[in-house]
């Protein structure tokens, strides 16, 4: 039998927390809750900001589509980890395991990606703001769109296609709640570290260059609030990049700390936590953290929770 038919027959074992089943409980409550929150949040952020004409502007299509994109990767993860959380099959077949991989790598980079365009939004709209709405036209956003998924679906396709031709050796356990790039690498029964620098290499394109970009443009930023006379004009600057940098540094943080460091120099429950924190913890706060600094949006969503409570007292 071919070394990797054993798990394409099959499939793999999700190990996740089984060894600490009280703490599976505790999560299984935990990842529900906050679950519920990034599906409430932002499809909220969605629905209001095309309901409000005000907020018919670049910057919050490229919202829109961060919330569509949180929501599209949550639900990839979320419910099979809830499964693997509550009972006791472990199992994930070979073709969810594969298509999850393939999702979650390909969600996860378009997230690199289209934080760098949101930053270059944000250094239009503050270092050239009556250029603004002639350089961000529709055509481009939806262009800049289009390139972020398509560059991300070809890094996916060979990351992960790289990783499943990986010899296992009849290995189908997977010291993880979810088929993750990591955790599959582990169980290869060959020396892994040129795949690992290949990685390493790709992960710098994909997380680092797009990083890079966002610094560049908040460095132009900082120095274009610096000049601005009006109080006013740098607070309100602030309060909306403010938005923008903290879901930056939540995600790159976590999402390098996980990817480009050393092989195996985590602890298998630290690299869980970690993966927890970014799959499920960063989605539920994007929401929260772009409408309590934003007023605009703010003022969306009072108007949509108005609507939507005069809708019902109409029923009844």
């Given at each position: 039998?071919?070394?990797?038919n054993y798990?394409?027959?099959?499939?793999f074992?999700?190990?996740g927390f089984?060894d600490?089943?009280k703490?599976?409980?505790v999560?299984?409550g935990?990842v529900?809750?906050?679950y519920?929150?990034?599906?409430?949040?932002?499809?909220?952020?969605?629905?209001a900001?095309?309901?409000d004409?005000?907020?018919h502007?670049p910057?919050?299509f490229?919202?829109?589509?961060?919330?569509?994109l949180d929501?599209c990767?949550?639900?990839?993860?979320?419910?099979?980890?809830l499964?693997?959380?509550?009972?006791?099959?472990?199992?994930?077949?070979?073709?969810?395991c594969?298509?999850?991989?393939?999702?979650?790598?390909?969600?996860?980079?378009?997230?690199?990606?289209?934080?760098?365009v949101?930053?270059?939004?944000?250094f239009?709209?503050?270092?050239?703001?009556?250029?603004?709405?002639?350089?961000m036209?529709?055509?481009l956003?939806?262009n800049m769109?289009?390139?972020?998924?398509?560059?991300?679906?070809?890094?996916?396709v060979?990351?992960?296609?790289?990783t499943?031709?990986?010899?296992?050796?009849?290995?189908?356990?997977l010291?993880?709640?979810?088929?993750?790039?990591p955790?599959?690498?582990?169980?290869a029964?060959?020396d892994?570290?040129?795949?690992?620098l290949?990685?390493?290499?790709?992960?710098i394109?994909?997380?680092l260059?797009?990083?890079?970009l966002?610094?560049i443009?908040?460095g132009?930023?900082?120095?274009?609030?610096?000049?601005m006379?009006?109080?006013?004009?740098?607070?309100?600057a602030?309060?909306?990049?403010?938005s923008?940098?903290?879901?930056?540094s939540?995600?790159?943080?976590t999402?390098?700390?996980?990817?480009l460091?050393p092989?195996n120099?985590a602890?298998?429950?630290?690299g869980?936590?970690?993966?927890?924190?970014?799959?499920?913890?960063?989605?539920s706060l994007?929401?929260l953290?772009y409408?309590?600094?934003n007023k605009?949006?703010?003022?969306a969503?009072?108007?949509?929770?108005r609507?939507?409570?005069e809708?019902?007292?109409?029923k009844?």
């Open positions: 039998m071919n070394q990797n798990s394409s027959l099959h499939g074992i999700l190990l089984s600490h089943p703490l599976e409980m999560l299984s935990v529900t809750i906050f519920l929150i990034t599906l409430v949040g932002n499809t909220a952020i969605i629905v900001s095309l309901l004409s005000h907020l502007t910057m919050y490229l919202l829109r589509n961060l919330s569509f929501l990767f949550t639900t990839s993860i979320i419910p099979q980890m499964v693997n959380l509550w009972g006791p099959d472990k199992t994930i077949s070979y073709v969810g594969v298509i999850q991989l393939y999702v979650q790598m390909w969600l996860g980079s378009i997230e690199c990606l289209l934080l760098a949101m930053s270059y939004d944000r239009i709209a503050i270092c050239k703001p009556l250029h603004y709405l002639v350089i036209n529709p055509h956003c939806l769109i289009i390139m972020v998924w398509g560059i991300s679906l070809a890094c996916s060979v990351l992960c296609t790289l499943l031709n990986l010899p296992r050796c009849g290995n189908n356990l010291d993880h709640f979810l088929c993750e790039l955790a599959l690498v582990k169980i029964c060959i892994t570290t040129t795949f690992e290949s990685v390493f290499a790709l992960g394109v994909v997380v260059t797009p990083l890079l966002i610094l443009s908040y132009y930023i900082a120095q274009a609030v610096l000049r006379k009006s109080k006013a004009g740098q607070r309100k602030i309060n909306t990049c403010g923008h940098l903290t879901v930056v939540i995600f790159y943080g999402i390098i700390y996980m990817y460091q092989g120099s602890s298998k429950d630290h869980k936590f970690l993966t927890l924190f970014y799959t499920i913890i960063t989605p994007n929401p953290i409408t309590l600094r605009d949006m703010k003022d969503l009072k108007k949509l929770v609507v939507a409570y809708s019902t007292k109409m009844r």
